[in-house]
Protein backbone atom coordinates (compact mmCIF):
# COMPACT_ATOMS: atom_id res chain seq x y z
CA UNK A 1 0.00 0.00 0.00
CA UNK A 2 2.82 2.11 0.90
CA UNK A 3 4.76 1.97 -1.81
CA UNK A 4 1.09 1.53 -4.06
CA UNK A 5 0.75 5.41 -3.54
CA UNK A 6 3.71 6.79 -4.74
CA UNK A 7 3.34 4.65 -8.08
CA UNK A 8 0.20 5.54 -8.39
CA UNK A 9 0.57 9.56 -7.85
CA UNK A 10 3.02 9.13 -10.44
CA UNK A 11 0.68 7.57 -12.60
CA UNK A 12 -1.42 10.54 -12.31
CA UNK A 13 1.05 12.90 -12.98
CA UNK A 14 2.07 11.34 -15.72
CA UNK A 15 -1.27 10.85 -17.29
CA UNK A 16 -2.03 14.76 -16.36
CA UNK A 17 0.88 15.33 -18.42
CA UNK A 18 -0.46 13.44 -20.99
CA UNK A 19 -3.42 15.05 -21.26
CA UNK A 20 -2.39 18.38 -20.75
CA UNK A 21 0.13 17.61 -23.55
CA UNK A 22 -3.26 16.33 -25.94
CA UNK A 23 -5.22 19.50 -24.94
CA UNK A 24 -2.74 22.10 -25.86
CA UNK A 25 -3.30 22.38 -29.52
CA UNK A 26 -6.99 22.50 -28.78
CA UNK A 27 -6.88 24.86 -26.16
CA UNK A 28 -4.84 26.96 -29.12
CA UNK A 29 -7.88 26.48 -31.58
CA UNK A 30 -10.52 27.59 -28.99
CA UNK A 31 -11.43 31.10 -30.69
CA UNK A 32 -13.72 33.68 -29.55
CA UNK A 33 -17.35 33.09 -29.81
CA UNK A 34 -18.43 35.02 -33.62
CA UNK A 35 -20.70 37.11 -31.65
CA UNK A 36 -18.52 38.23 -29.11
CA UNK A 37 -16.41 39.08 -32.31
CA UNK A 38 -18.62 40.76 -33.58
CA UNK A 39 -20.04 42.92 -30.78
CA UNK A 40 -17.30 44.93 -29.85
CA UNK A 41 -16.97 45.50 -33.71
CA UNK A 42 -20.73 46.77 -33.95
CA UNK A 43 -19.80 48.74 -31.05
CA UNK A 44 -17.32 50.22 -33.05
CA UNK A 45 -19.32 51.28 -35.92
CA UNK A 46 -22.09 52.41 -33.98
CA UNK A 47 -19.84 55.22 -31.73
CA UNK A 48 -18.29 56.02 -35.15
CA UNK A 49 -21.66 57.09 -36.56
CA UNK A 50 -22.90 58.36 -32.99
CA UNK A 51 -19.42 60.68 -32.99
CA UNK A 52 -20.62 64.26 -34.55
CA UNK A 53 -16.97 64.86 -35.72
CA UNK A 54 -17.30 62.11 -38.62
CA UNK A 55 -20.12 64.47 -40.16
CA UNK A 56 -17.82 67.46 -40.19
CA UNK A 57 -15.44 65.72 -42.83
CA UNK A 58 -15.83 65.15 -46.41
CA UNK A 59 -17.62 62.49 -47.93
CA UNK A 60 -14.55 60.87 -48.92
CA UNK A 61 -12.85 60.59 -45.73
CA UNK A 62 -16.10 59.40 -44.18
CA UNK A 63 -16.20 56.60 -46.71
CA UNK A 64 -12.23 56.34 -46.40
CA UNK A 65 -12.94 56.27 -42.23
CA UNK A 66 -15.50 53.78 -42.59
CA UNK A 67 -14.11 51.21 -45.15
CA UNK A 68 -10.99 50.62 -42.76
CA UNK A 69 -13.50 50.23 -39.88
CA UNK A 70 -15.36 47.67 -42.16
CA UNK A 71 -12.63 45.99 -43.22
CA UNK A 72 -12.10 45.00 -39.37
CA UNK A 73 -14.72 42.29 -40.10
CA UNK A 74 -15.47 41.81 -43.60
CA UNK A 75 -13.83 40.17 -46.22
CA UNK A 76 -14.29 41.72 -49.06
CA UNK A 77 -12.63 39.03 -51.09
CA UNK A 78 -14.73 36.11 -49.98
CA UNK A 79 -17.61 38.47 -49.94
CA UNK A 80 -16.75 38.98 -54.19
CA UNK A 81 -15.45 35.06 -54.89
CA UNK A 82 -19.26 34.01 -53.96
CA UNK A 83 -20.81 37.03 -55.60
CA UNK A 84 -19.29 35.72 -58.48
CA UNK A 85 -20.12 31.77 -58.18
CA UNK A 86 -19.13 29.57 -60.47
CA UNK A 87 -17.63 32.10 -62.92
CA UNK A 88 -15.14 32.64 -60.43
CA UNK A 89 -13.43 29.42 -61.85
CA UNK A 90 -13.29 30.98 -65.13
CA UNK A 91 -11.46 34.25 -64.27
CA UNK A 92 -7.82 34.20 -63.64
CA UNK A 93 -5.85 35.73 -61.11
CA UNK A 94 -5.58 39.30 -62.34
CA UNK A 95 -8.80 39.58 -63.31
CA UNK A 96 -10.17 38.20 -59.53
CA UNK A 97 -8.33 40.87 -57.98
CA UNK A 98 -9.52 43.49 -60.46
CA UNK A 99 -13.02 42.20 -59.63
CA UNK A 100 -12.67 42.72 -55.98
CA UNK A 101 -11.11 46.18 -56.14
CA UNK A 102 -14.30 46.94 -58.21
CA UNK A 103 -16.91 45.23 -56.19
CA UNK A 104 -15.73 46.56 -52.82
CA UNK A 105 -15.36 49.95 -54.00
CA UNK A 106 -19.32 49.55 -55.34
CA UNK A 107 -20.34 48.18 -52.36
CA UNK A 108 -18.12 51.57 -50.42
CA UNK A 109 -20.19 53.91 -52.36
CA UNK A 110 -23.58 52.57 -52.35
CA UNK A 111 -23.65 52.14 -48.51
CA UNK A 112 -21.29 55.55 -47.69
CA UNK A 113 -25.30 56.76 -49.26
CA UNK A 114 -26.91 55.14 -46.10
CA UNK A 115 -24.94 57.03 -43.70
CA UNK A 116 -27.33 60.11 -43.14
CA UNK A 117 -29.78 57.43 -42.65
CA UNK A 118 -28.62 56.68 -39.42
CA UNK A 119 -30.32 58.23 -36.81
CA UNK A 120 -29.46 56.58 -33.84
CA UNK A 121 -30.64 52.66 -34.86
CA UNK A 122 -29.39 49.94 -32.03
CA UNK A 123 -28.25 46.31 -32.35
CA UNK A 124 -29.75 43.47 -30.20
CA UNK A 125 -28.00 40.06 -30.63
CA UNK A 126 -30.69 36.66 -30.99
CA UNK A 127 -28.11 34.35 -31.09
CA UNK A 128 -25.51 32.56 -32.73
CA UNK A 129 -24.88 28.89 -34.81
CA UNK A 130 -21.95 27.53 -35.45
CA UNK A 131 -21.12 24.67 -37.82
CA UNK A 132 -17.25 24.38 -38.66
CA UNK A 133 -15.62 27.14 -39.29
CA UNK A 134 -19.08 28.74 -40.59
CA UNK A 135 -21.38 30.96 -38.50
CA UNK A 136 -24.04 32.71 -38.39
CA UNK A 137 -25.28 35.99 -35.97
CA UNK A 138 -28.40 36.46 -35.81
CA UNK A 139 -28.82 40.40 -34.76
CA UNK A 140 -31.97 42.90 -34.47
CA UNK A 141 -31.27 46.38 -35.16
CA UNK A 142 -33.98 48.58 -33.89
CA UNK A 143 -35.15 51.54 -35.54
CA UNK A 144 -37.53 53.99 -33.94
CA UNK A 145 -40.92 52.60 -35.90
CA UNK A 146 -39.59 49.10 -36.48
CA UNK A 147 -37.06 46.52 -36.33
CA UNK A 148 -35.53 44.37 -39.17
CA UNK A 149 -33.99 41.12 -38.63
CA UNK A 150 -30.25 41.17 -39.79
CA UNK A 151 -28.18 38.03 -39.96
CA UNK A 152 -24.13 38.22 -40.07
CA UNK A 153 -22.59 35.20 -41.85
CA UNK A 154 -18.64 34.73 -41.16
CA UNK A 155 -16.15 32.25 -41.67
CA UNK A 156 -13.01 31.55 -39.23
CA UNK A 157 -10.11 32.93 -40.96
CA UNK A 158 -6.81 31.71 -38.03
CA UNK A 159 -8.71 32.90 -34.78
CA UNK A 160 -11.06 36.09 -36.32
CA UNK A 161 -14.29 35.46 -37.39
CA UNK A 162 -15.00 37.72 -40.44
CA UNK A 163 -18.05 38.15 -42.01
CA UNK A 164 -18.91 37.77 -46.44
CA UNK A 165 -22.81 38.38 -45.92
CA UNK A 166 -25.36 40.11 -44.71
CA UNK A 167 -28.75 38.74 -44.41
CA UNK A 168 -31.36 41.30 -44.00
CA UNK A 169 -34.84 40.53 -43.32
CA UNK A 170 -33.99 37.35 -45.17
CA UNK A 171 -32.93 38.44 -48.25
CA UNK A 172 -29.16 38.07 -48.76
CA UNK A 173 -26.76 40.59 -50.47
CA UNK A 174 -24.18 37.79 -52.01
CA UNK A 175 -27.31 36.28 -53.55
CA UNK A 176 -28.90 39.41 -54.29
CA UNK A 177 -26.36 40.59 -56.53
CA UNK A 178 -25.57 37.19 -57.20
CA UNK A 179 -28.61 36.38 -59.42
CA UNK A 180 -28.38 40.19 -61.06
CA UNK A 181 -24.68 39.49 -62.09
CA UNK A 182 -25.32 35.93 -63.60
CA UNK A 183 -28.11 37.54 -65.92
CA UNK A 184 -25.71 40.57 -67.37
CA UNK A 185 -22.83 37.78 -67.55
CA UNK A 186 -25.45 35.56 -69.48
CA UNK A 187 -26.32 38.84 -71.80
CA UNK A 188 -23.72 40.70 -71.74
CA UNK A 189 -20.64 38.82 -70.85
CA UNK A 190 -18.11 39.05 -68.04
CA UNK A 191 -16.57 41.86 -69.86
CA UNK A 192 -20.03 43.54 -69.94
CA UNK A 193 -20.23 43.33 -66.46
CA UNK A 194 -16.88 44.95 -65.40
CA UNK A 195 -17.63 47.88 -67.99
CA UNK A 196 -20.72 47.91 -65.85
CA UNK A 197 -19.51 47.87 -62.34
CA UNK A 198 -16.86 50.34 -63.63
CA UNK A 199 -20.01 52.62 -65.06
CA UNK A 200 -22.10 52.52 -62.06
CA UNK A 201 -18.46 53.36 -60.33
CA UNK A 202 -18.04 56.05 -62.14
CA UNK A 203 -21.67 57.21 -61.59
CA UNK A 204 -21.16 57.49 -57.61
CA UNK A 205 -18.42 58.79 -57.78
CA UNK A 206 -19.08 61.46 -59.85
CA UNK A 207 -22.47 62.57 -57.56
CA UNK A 208 -19.97 62.37 -54.62
CA UNK A 209 -17.55 64.73 -55.99
CA UNK A 210 -20.75 67.34 -57.12
CA UNK A 211 -21.81 66.48 -53.78
CA UNK A 212 -19.11 67.41 -51.44
CA UNK B 1 -78.25 33.55 -51.20
CA UNK B 2 -76.97 36.03 -53.84
CA UNK B 3 -73.58 36.42 -54.60
CA UNK B 4 -71.33 38.85 -52.56
CA UNK B 5 -68.79 41.06 -55.15
CA UNK B 6 -65.95 39.63 -53.08
CA UNK B 7 -67.78 36.07 -53.64
CA UNK B 8 -68.36 36.46 -57.23
CA UNK B 9 -65.06 37.60 -57.85
CA UNK B 10 -63.35 34.64 -56.33
CA UNK B 11 -65.03 32.02 -58.30
CA UNK B 12 -64.03 33.65 -61.61
CA UNK B 13 -60.57 34.80 -61.13
CA UNK B 14 -58.89 32.16 -57.92
CA UNK B 15 -60.39 28.68 -58.99
CA UNK B 16 -59.13 29.05 -62.79
CA UNK B 17 -55.94 30.41 -60.87
CA UNK B 18 -55.88 27.66 -58.32
CA UNK B 19 -56.46 25.19 -61.20
CA UNK B 20 -53.54 26.48 -63.15
CA UNK B 21 -50.84 26.24 -60.35
CA UNK B 22 -52.20 22.57 -59.54
CA UNK B 23 -51.35 21.85 -63.10
CA UNK B 24 -48.17 23.49 -62.91
CA UNK B 25 -47.19 20.54 -60.67
CA UNK B 26 -45.66 20.13 -56.91
CA UNK B 27 -43.00 22.87 -55.40
CA UNK B 28 -39.93 22.23 -53.72
CA UNK B 29 -39.91 24.99 -51.10
CA UNK B 30 -36.55 24.51 -49.28
CA UNK B 31 -34.93 26.66 -46.65
CA UNK B 32 -31.61 28.03 -47.84
CA UNK B 33 -28.75 27.06 -45.41
CA UNK B 34 -26.27 29.82 -45.51
CA UNK B 35 -23.88 27.86 -43.19
CA UNK B 36 -23.70 25.23 -46.36
CA UNK B 37 -21.17 26.29 -48.86
CA UNK B 38 -22.79 24.29 -52.12
CA UNK B 39 -26.36 26.12 -51.73
CA UNK B 40 -24.70 29.36 -52.28
CA UNK B 41 -23.85 28.27 -55.65
CA UNK B 42 -26.13 25.73 -56.55
CA UNK B 43 -29.21 27.70 -56.40
CA UNK B 44 -31.64 27.10 -59.45
CA UNK B 45 -32.76 30.46 -61.06
CA UNK B 46 -36.45 31.08 -60.93
CA UNK B 47 -39.18 30.32 -63.36
CA UNK B 48 -39.86 33.55 -64.99
CA UNK B 49 -41.70 32.47 -68.19
CA UNK B 50 -43.99 35.78 -68.57
CA UNK B 51 -40.40 38.35 -67.91
CA UNK B 52 -41.02 40.30 -70.69
CA UNK B 53 -44.77 41.05 -69.59
CA UNK B 54 -43.67 41.10 -66.01
CA UNK B 55 -41.02 44.10 -66.42
CA UNK B 56 -43.82 45.78 -68.11
CA UNK B 57 -45.91 45.34 -65.36
CA UNK B 58 -43.25 46.26 -62.84
CA UNK B 59 -42.26 49.63 -65.00
CA UNK B 60 -45.88 50.26 -64.32
CA UNK B 61 -45.85 49.46 -60.57
CA UNK B 62 -42.50 51.59 -60.40
CA UNK B 63 -43.92 54.56 -62.01
CA UNK B 64 -47.40 53.85 -59.86
CA UNK B 65 -44.82 53.85 -56.75
CA UNK B 66 -42.72 57.12 -57.46
CA UNK B 67 -45.70 59.59 -58.55
CA UNK B 68 -48.42 58.65 -56.98
CA UNK B 69 -48.06 55.93 -54.31
CA UNK B 70 -44.65 57.35 -52.83
CA UNK B 71 -45.77 61.21 -52.41
CA UNK B 72 -49.39 60.40 -50.92
CA UNK B 73 -47.63 58.27 -48.51
CA UNK B 74 -45.17 60.63 -47.53
CA UNK B 75 -47.76 63.19 -47.07
CA UNK B 76 -49.60 61.03 -45.13
CA UNK B 77 -46.76 60.69 -42.55
CA UNK B 78 -46.34 64.03 -42.42
CA UNK B 79 -49.93 64.65 -41.22
CA UNK B 80 -50.19 61.69 -39.40
CA UNK B 81 -47.81 60.71 -36.06
CA UNK B 82 -45.71 57.61 -36.36
CA UNK B 83 -47.51 55.68 -33.94
CA UNK B 84 -50.96 56.76 -35.16
CA UNK B 85 -49.73 54.85 -38.45
CA UNK B 86 -48.69 51.90 -36.12
CA UNK B 87 -52.01 51.52 -34.41
CA UNK B 88 -53.66 51.84 -37.65
CA UNK B 89 -51.54 48.79 -39.27
CA UNK B 90 -51.87 47.07 -35.98
CA UNK B 91 -55.18 47.16 -36.61
CA UNK B 92 -55.31 45.86 -39.93
CA UNK B 93 -52.84 43.02 -39.01
CA UNK B 94 -55.28 41.89 -35.97
CA UNK B 95 -57.96 41.82 -38.65
CA UNK B 96 -56.30 39.35 -40.29
CA UNK B 97 -55.77 36.77 -37.87
CA UNK B 98 -58.81 34.35 -38.28
CA UNK B 99 -57.52 33.71 -41.61
CA UNK B 100 -53.91 33.35 -40.34
CA UNK B 101 -55.42 30.87 -37.51
CA UNK B 102 -57.48 29.26 -40.10
CA UNK B 103 -54.44 28.69 -42.51
CA UNK B 104 -51.94 27.31 -39.65
CA UNK B 105 -54.96 24.75 -39.03
CA UNK B 106 -55.09 23.74 -42.80
CA UNK B 107 -50.85 23.36 -42.59
CA UNK B 108 -51.50 21.40 -39.42
CA UNK B 109 -49.41 24.21 -36.93
CA UNK B 110 -51.87 23.90 -34.62
CA UNK B 111 -49.70 25.78 -31.95
CA UNK B 112 -49.34 28.42 -34.13
CA UNK B 113 -53.40 28.58 -34.88
CA UNK B 114 -54.19 28.98 -31.40
CA UNK B 115 -51.39 31.00 -30.97
CA UNK B 116 -53.20 33.73 -33.66
CA UNK B 117 -56.81 33.46 -32.21
CA UNK B 118 -55.17 33.59 -28.78
CA UNK B 119 -53.57 37.36 -30.24
CA UNK B 120 -57.23 37.88 -31.62
CA UNK B 121 -58.99 38.26 -28.77
CA UNK B 122 -56.15 39.90 -26.53
CA UNK B 123 -55.66 42.55 -28.96
CA UNK B 124 -59.12 42.62 -30.07
CA UNK B 125 -60.30 43.08 -26.30
CA UNK B 126 -57.42 44.88 -24.85
CA UNK B 127 -55.96 46.16 -27.21
CA UNK B 128 -59.03 48.54 -28.38
CA UNK B 129 -60.10 46.08 -31.31
CA UNK B 130 -56.50 45.83 -32.34
CA UNK B 131 -55.09 49.39 -32.37
CA UNK B 132 -52.74 48.24 -29.56
CA UNK B 133 -50.39 44.71 -29.53
CA UNK B 134 -50.80 43.98 -25.89
CA UNK B 135 -50.71 40.35 -27.18
CA UNK B 136 -46.50 40.47 -28.40
CA UNK B 137 -46.00 43.43 -25.50
CA UNK B 138 -47.40 42.13 -22.55
CA UNK B 139 -48.41 38.51 -23.48
CA UNK B 140 -45.21 37.77 -25.29
CA UNK B 141 -47.50 36.02 -28.31
CA UNK B 142 -45.40 36.43 -31.27
CA UNK B 143 -46.86 37.48 -34.71
CA UNK B 144 -47.86 34.28 -36.90
CA UNK B 145 -47.24 34.02 -40.33
CA UNK B 146 -49.47 32.05 -42.44
CA UNK B 147 -51.03 32.54 -46.21
CA UNK B 148 -53.14 30.45 -47.95
CA UNK B 149 -49.86 30.64 -50.34
CA UNK B 150 -47.99 28.88 -47.71
CA UNK B 151 -50.46 26.38 -47.40
CA UNK B 152 -51.00 25.35 -50.88
CA UNK B 153 -47.32 25.07 -50.89
CA UNK B 154 -47.89 22.52 -48.06
CA UNK B 155 -50.01 21.21 -49.82
CA UNK B 156 -47.82 20.49 -52.44
CA UNK B 157 -48.95 22.89 -54.84
CA UNK B 158 -45.83 24.42 -57.17
CA UNK B 159 -45.24 27.87 -57.03
CA UNK B 160 -46.39 27.96 -61.21
CA UNK B 161 -44.26 30.84 -62.27
CA UNK B 162 -43.19 34.51 -61.04
CA UNK B 163 -45.96 37.03 -61.22
CA UNK B 164 -45.76 40.68 -61.37
CA UNK B 165 -49.16 41.80 -60.40
CA UNK B 166 -50.29 45.42 -60.82
CA UNK B 167 -50.57 47.97 -57.67
CA UNK B 168 -49.68 44.66 -55.82
CA UNK B 169 -46.26 43.64 -57.36
CA UNK B 170 -44.01 40.06 -56.99
CA UNK B 171 -45.77 37.41 -56.40
CA UNK B 172 -46.04 33.75 -58.42
CA UNK B 173 -48.91 32.21 -59.49
CA UNK B 174 -49.82 29.84 -56.68
CA UNK B 175 -48.92 33.05 -54.07
CA UNK B 176 -51.56 35.58 -55.66
CA UNK B 177 -54.23 32.84 -55.97
CA UNK B 178 -53.25 32.46 -52.21
CA UNK B 179 -53.56 36.17 -51.61
CA UNK B 180 -56.76 36.41 -53.57
CA UNK B 181 -58.54 33.35 -50.99
CA UNK B 182 -56.76 35.77 -48.01
CA UNK B 183 -58.52 38.64 -49.18
CA UNK B 184 -61.60 36.93 -49.85
CA UNK B 185 -62.06 35.57 -46.52
CA UNK B 186 -61.19 38.63 -44.31
CA UNK B 187 -63.50 40.39 -46.46
CA UNK B 188 -66.83 37.54 -45.60
CA UNK B 189 -66.07 39.58 -41.80
CA UNK B 190 -65.32 42.84 -42.61
CA UNK B 191 -67.37 45.23 -41.28
CA UNK B 192 -67.90 47.15 -44.57
CA UNK B 193 -68.09 44.30 -47.35
CA UNK B 194 -71.30 45.62 -48.73
CA UNK B 195 -70.18 48.11 -51.17
CA UNK B 196 -66.76 47.86 -53.70
CA UNK B 197 -66.32 51.89 -52.90
CA UNK B 198 -66.04 51.42 -49.06
CA UNK B 199 -63.60 48.25 -49.44
CA UNK B 200 -61.49 50.32 -51.83
CA UNK B 201 -61.23 52.94 -49.96
CA UNK B 202 -60.78 50.77 -46.75
CA UNK B 203 -58.20 49.14 -48.87
CA UNK B 204 -56.64 52.17 -49.92
CA UNK B 205 -56.04 53.64 -46.53
CA UNK B 206 -54.19 50.27 -45.54
CA UNK B 207 -51.47 50.39 -48.43
CA UNK B 208 -51.21 53.68 -48.23
CA UNK B 209 -50.71 53.48 -44.56
CA UNK B 210 -48.50 50.40 -44.40
CA UNK B 211 -46.58 52.43 -47.45
CA UNK B 212 -45.96 55.30 -45.12
CA UNK B 213 -44.09 53.23 -42.60
CA UNK B 214 -41.73 51.63 -45.34
CA UNK B 215 -40.71 55.16 -47.06
CA UNK B 216 -37.57 55.25 -48.92
CA UNK B 217 -36.63 51.34 -48.63
CA UNK B 218 -37.74 50.89 -52.28
CA UNK B 219 -35.87 53.38 -53.46
CA UNK B 220 -32.57 52.68 -51.60
CA UNK B 221 -32.63 48.90 -52.86
CA UNK B 222 -33.38 50.49 -55.98
CA UNK B 223 -30.69 52.36 -56.01
CA UNK B 224 -27.91 49.85 -54.97
CA UNK B 225 -28.93 47.35 -57.84
CA UNK B 226 -28.08 47.09 -61.49
CA UNK B 227 -30.91 45.42 -62.69
CA UNK B 228 -34.03 46.38 -60.35
CA UNK B 229 -36.40 43.80 -61.92
CA UNK B 230 -34.25 40.49 -61.03
CA UNK B 231 -33.19 42.45 -57.76
CA UNK B 232 -36.68 42.32 -56.50
CA UNK B 233 -37.54 39.12 -57.82
CA UNK B 234 -34.62 37.66 -56.17
CA UNK B 235 -35.36 39.30 -53.07
CA UNK B 236 -38.98 38.33 -53.40
CA UNK B 237 -38.12 34.16 -53.34
CA UNK B 238 -35.20 34.71 -50.64
CA UNK B 239 -38.33 36.90 -48.45
CA UNK B 240 -40.65 33.70 -48.96
CA UNK B 241 -37.97 30.97 -48.05
CA UNK B 242 -36.26 32.04 -45.05
CA UNK B 243 -39.12 33.79 -43.61
CA UNK B 244 -39.96 30.82 -40.90
CA UNK B 245 -36.89 29.94 -39.19
CA UNK B 246 -35.02 33.32 -38.12
CA UNK B 247 -35.54 32.46 -34.48
CA UNK B 248 -35.06 28.71 -34.71
CA UNK B 249 -31.27 28.51 -34.07
CA UNK B 250 -29.66 24.76 -33.70
CA UNK B 251 -26.60 25.99 -31.16
Not at chain 1, 33 to 54: A, C, G, H, M, S
Not at chain 2, 80 to 107: K, M, T, W, Y
Amino acid sequence: MAQNFPCSFRALLFSFAFISMLCQPLSALAVQDPIEQLRPFLQKVTETLNDPELYTLSRKEQSEILVELVRERFDFYEMSRRVLGPHWRNIDAEEREQFVTLFTQLLQYAYIDRIDDYSGQEVEFVGQRIRGDRAEVQTILVDRDRSYNVSYIMHLQEDRWMAYDIVAEGVSLVRNYMEQFREIIRRHGYIGLIRKLEERIDELDGGKREAT
Amino acid sequence: MKLKWTQFFSLRLVLPLMLAALLVGAGTCQAFDFLDDASYEEFALPNDPLEPLNRVIFTFNDIVYIWVLNPVATGYSKVVPADIRGCVANFFHNLGEPVRSANCLLQGRFRDSGRALGRFFINTVFGVFGLADPASNEFRLAPVRASFGETLSVWGVGDGFYLVVPFMGPSTLRDFSGSMVDIVAVTTYYPWNDDLKTATSVYTVNTVNRTSLHLGEYERLKAMSFDPYVAFRNGYFQMRERRVDFFELDE
